[in-house]
């Protein structure tokens, strides 16, 4: 057998760490074993999905120096590899699914759903389908298809007795088939969801060992009852855990940068940061102190010592990480090689220098001028961001509300950052220079520099999000009052 491992992240936001970490292991494992690595794109919420989502996410991993012997940007012979590309391959096996009786239409509206929802959720039971429409016989179906209803295909779901999920890490978990929902498999707009495109393409691209993160353990029934239905042999499963803040809580970008950009944008070494993660995903084999290669990390790599506990993702580990690699692995020239590419590249210069050109009287001044695009977390009093005229309250909801709203735009640019901020201001009914003034100091450390909104899209969002974070930080959590 040949070892046939994938990745498939959503193209829904930035790159996250947890997907580069996911990634490495399935990448691990595979080499380790002479196999494939695959990368598919799943991409069936095309709401929330774009194609520069899945530029960064492509973009990312291989500058952590992963590649992979599939996927939407190297093609293969199993392709296509983004799932919207694929409609026509779900739409078939759907239909074999209620031919057979395993799947089956379901007319509810969102009124009657939210309806039952609401009667559960007053009886304290746990949400789930009630399977009306699984009652509906040929000709009911036909009349409601007839008469242009719209629908959406349901799994089957048995409801009594225990699915037996064999987890390769973890030994068997028991599930009981009453608290498996019947998953919608086809939406109304004849997409798939992900279980049933996940399952089918897993099973179509002869992937053997599904590597995923411990979320999708409750989900496993759904899928071990697809290949059931399908008649297909279920590749070997293991659920690794989620990256964890240092307070054990799940990683995430309200406590901690996630985002792959922001650590390149850090100037953290790609070396450094997946030597990080390989000793999160298998400490036992190789100490965290260890420099390693990608090709060593393979060699090293044993399935069964990734553990079960969370693994930590301390910062202050993987800076001392970098500082090594920095000082260790780069000569004079190579380090003055990498600080260019990091900092200086002749695009970002060239926006950089625009910007303060009009705005200086000697050269010397571009220190104190555009320090902020080279630095990390701003060091700057706290009374000066509570100098404006927004109390503390103001200045937490306009942080807070920004970080929001920067997070759901779908083009980071100018335009975009500008009517945020704008929106933040009425939302909060105050004027906004004094808005922008906060904003100031909280992304450049000051309360005059160059262009805001030109600065803002420079540094990039995820640099952004943490300064505003630290901005709340260092306001405070709100006082409770009596």
Request: aromatic share 8%; with cysteine; hydrophobic share 40%.
């Amino acid at each position: 057998m040949i070892v046939r491992t994938r990745v498939a992240p959503s193209p829904t936001g930035d790159p996250h760490v947890g997907t580069a970490y996911v990634a490495l292991i399935n990448y691990l494992f595979a080499k380790k074993h002479g196999g494939k690595f695959l990368l598919r794109i799943e991409d069936t919420d095309q709401a929330r999905s774009t194609r520069e989502s899945e530029t960064a996410i492509l973009d990312s991993l291989h500058w952590l120096g992963l590649s992979w012997d599939e996927g939407p940007d190297v093609g293969g012979p199993h392709g296509p590899y983004r799932q919207s590309e694929r409609s026509a391959i779900y739409q078939e096996y759907v239909q074999k699914l209620l031919d057979a009786g395993h799947a089956f239409k379901c007319f509810c509206t969102p009124q009657r759903l939210e309806e039952m929802r609401e009667a559960q959720k007053a009886a304290k039971q746990p949400p789930h389908y009630d399977g009306l429409c699984l009652t509906y016989d040929a000709a009911e179906v036909a009349r409601r298809e007839a008469a242009g209803e719209t629908y959406v295909v349901r799994m089957n779901v048995p409801q009594e007795g225990v699915c037996v999920v064999d987890d390769t890490r973890r030994g068997p978990i028991e599930i009981e088939w009453r608290t498996v929902d019947m998953q919608i498999l086809m939406k109304s707009d004849g997409l798939p969801t992900y279980h049933l495109a996940n399952v089918v393409d897993d099973h179509l691209m002869e992937i053997t060992h599904v590597i995923r993160g411990e979320e999708w353990v409750s989900s496993a029934p759904k899928h071990i009852l697809l290949y059931r239905y399908f008649g297909w042999e279920p590749p070997a499963l293991m659920h690794v855990p989620l990256l964890r803040n240092p307070d054990k809580s799940k990683l995430s970008k309200r406590k901690n940068p996630t985002s792959i950009l922001f650590y390149k944008a850090m100037g953290y070494l790609p070396e450094a940061l997946v030597n990080f993660l390989g000793a999160l995903a298998n400490s036992t084999a190789a100490g965290e102190e260890e420099l390693m290669t990608l090709a060593h990390m393979v060699e090293r790599f044993d399935l069964m010592h990734v553990a079960l506990g969370g693994p930590v993702f301390d910062v202050a580990k993987l800076d001392w990480l970098n500082g090594r690699y920095l000082r260790e692995r780069l000569d004079a020239d190579a380090f003055e090689a990498r600080v260019a590419a990091w900092g200086f590249a002749p695009a970002r210069m060239k926006r950089i220098a625009a910007l303060a050109h009009p705005r200086i009287e000697r050269m010397s001044d571009l220190g104190n001028l555009c320090g902020f695009f080279f630095a990390g977390r701003l060091n700057y009093p706290v009374e000066l961001l509570r100098a404006g005229k927004l109390d503390d309250d103001a200045l937490r909801a306009a942080f807070a509300l920004a970080q929001a709203e920067l997070d759901l735009l779908r083009e980071y640019d100018l335009a975009g950052i500008e009517r945020v901020l704008k929106g933040v201001a009425e939302s909060l009914d105050k004027k906004f220079r004094d808005v922008v003034r906060a904003f100031y100091i909280a992304v450049t450390g000051s309360p005059t520099s160059v262009p805001l909104f030109d600065a803002m899209e420079i540094l990039g969002r995820d640099v952004v999000r943490e300064r505003l974070r630290h901005a709340l930080e260092a306001l405070g959590k709100k006082e409770k009052t009596a």
